[in-house]
Nanobody, 127 residues
């Protein structure tokens, strides 16, 4: 099982960036997929969740209305589209997958630590 990120990089405040995360291997029938981010010296924070089986999409408050999580199931790729980015969005972004949630993700998904992680990609918002 592998998650591979591409994209990331510098972006100006107010700009747009899309990060793909490709998956390979057996994630099970109905995995939950999520994005997290981390800045040096701080805890890893949740960003967004998508769970195809439950038809659920969720966002942490600080990105709600600006970021969009999506999934192309046929391509086994998840995306994070970041719009109206702010300097405080600067972080190392990770994609993650959890096969054990079953039919729906837990309500406290934002504090969980999924089983599978991508390698992380740096996003830097600066003028």
């Amino acid at each position: 099982v592998q998650l591979v990120l591409s994209g990331g990089g510098p972006v100006q405040p107010g700009g747009t960036l899309r990060i793909p995360c490709g998956g390979s291997g057996d994630f099970g029938h109905n995995p939950g997929m999520a994005w997290f981010r981390q800045v040096p010296g701080k805890e890893r924070d949740s960003v967004a969740l998508i769970h195809r089986g439950a038809g659920k999409v969720a966002y942490s408050d600080y990105v709600k209305g600006r970021f969009i999580i999506s999934q192309d199931y046929a391509k086994r790729t998840m995306y994070l589209r970041m719009t109206s980015v702010k300097p405080e969005d600067t972080a190392l972004y990770f994609c993650a997958a959890e096969p054990s949630w079953g039919a729906r993700p837990p309500s406290d998904w934002a504090t969980t630590r999924p089983t599978y992680w991508g390698q992380g990609t740096q996003v830097t918002v600066s003028s």
